[in-house]
Each structure stands twice: as C-alpha cells, then as structure tokens.
C-alpha cells in the first residue's frame, strides 16, 4: 500500500468500526428530529427571523438529539427488540435454546458464551453487533414514520401522504423482524463455529 493511502486506510477503517456506534447514539436522535421538522415545522424558529446558524442553536438540537435518540433506542433495545427475541425463543427460532430453565437463564448463557469464546474473531462480533444495531434503526424508522403519519400538521408531507407512509412504515417494521431473525441464525452459527476451531 502507498505510504499516501495509509492515513485513509486508518480513516476508512475508524468510521467502519464506530459505525454501531453512531447508530446507536446519534443516528437515530437525527432522524427523529428530522421527521419532527417535517411533520411540526411550527416548532422549529423560521429560518428567516431565527437564523441557526448560530452554534448555540446547534449545541441544543445537538443536546436534544442525543437525548432522544439514547432513550427511543434504549426503549427499542430492551422493550421492543426483546420483547419480539422472547417471542422468537418461544418459536424455536435459532439463538437461545429452550433448555427447560427459562428464557432468562438461556439468554444469560447464550450471551456468556458469545462474549467469552475466544476463538470467535473480533470482525465476527462486529459484524453481529453492526446487525443488530441495523435492525434497531430499522424499527425506530418504522416507528417515526407510524407515529408522525398519525400526527402531523396540516399540510406537511406526512400529512400529505399519510396511507402510503403508514404502509411503509409496517413494511419496514416487518422487514426488521426479519433481519433480526437472520441475525439470530447468523450469531448462532458464529457461536457453534467458535466452540469447534478443529472444524477449521
């Protein structure tokens, strides 16, 4: 690799490393007071009195996002994402056994056993994690445009096309449940592979 290239190489590869991250606690504040201006333009200051450009202004939507974003992920990470898991354990869908102690004592050591097989290489955890944040965001999207669709001012987009966004949203909601099951199947596969390093 040219000496030029190396300074890139280590950007690139820092961003891909954070970008669970990023999903977690910042993406989706933006996206939530993005879709709030859309639907509520009356509770954001006109841009013509109000300019925002101000870094006070941008400090506080800053904060604002930050806030909300961590709590509708945090409520999206242990309510409804676990809430759906347990309902997916109950199926029989690959990841937690049934063991016949109970779905939290499953999940404890199906989680121990993720976190403390040392032969399951670093990419394969970043890449279950990159997942599930995914399919986190996948839900807080379908989420906002459910609850924006429903409530709105008059005349704003979500107002506008109210029927096709709720559709939309479902969908979406639906292609979460989806992805969250194939990454359960996925982080199974990584786990079996880790406990069996002779099978390389």
Not at 9 to 22: E, H
Not at 28 to 50: Q, R, T
């Amino acid at each position: 690799m040219p000496q030029d290239d190396k300074p890139n190489a280590g950007i690139v590869q820092t961003i891909t490393d954070n970008l669970g991250t990023f999903f977690r606690h910042l993406f989706p504040g933006v996206l939530i007071i993005g879709a709030a201006y859309v639907a509520h333009k009356s509770w954001f200051p006109c841009p013509e009195s109000h300019p925002w450009e101000s870094w006070q202004h941008v400090l506080i939507a800053a904060a604002i996002a930050l806030a909300v974003g961590n709590i509708w992920f945090a409520v999206n990470r242990y309510v409804i994402h676990q809430s759906i898991d347990f309902v997916l354990y109950r199926c029989g869908v690959k990841g937690p056994r049934k063991s016949g102690l109970g779905y939290f004592d499953d999940l404890g050591k199906y989680v121990a056993k993720s976190q403390c097989i040392l032969e399951i290489p670093p990419q394969a955890r970043q890449h279950v994690a990159f997942r599930a944040s995914s399919v986190l965001l996948l839900y807080i999207a379908a989420e906002i445009g459910l609850l924006f669709s429903l409530w709105n001012e008059a005349g704003s987009l979500f107002a506008q096309y109210k029927l096709g966004i709720i559709i939309g949203s479902i969908v979406l909601f639906i292609a979460g449940i989806w992805q969250q099951i194939i990454t359960r199947y996925i982080d199974d596969h990584i786990i079996e592979f880790g406990r069996k390093p002779e099978s390389r």
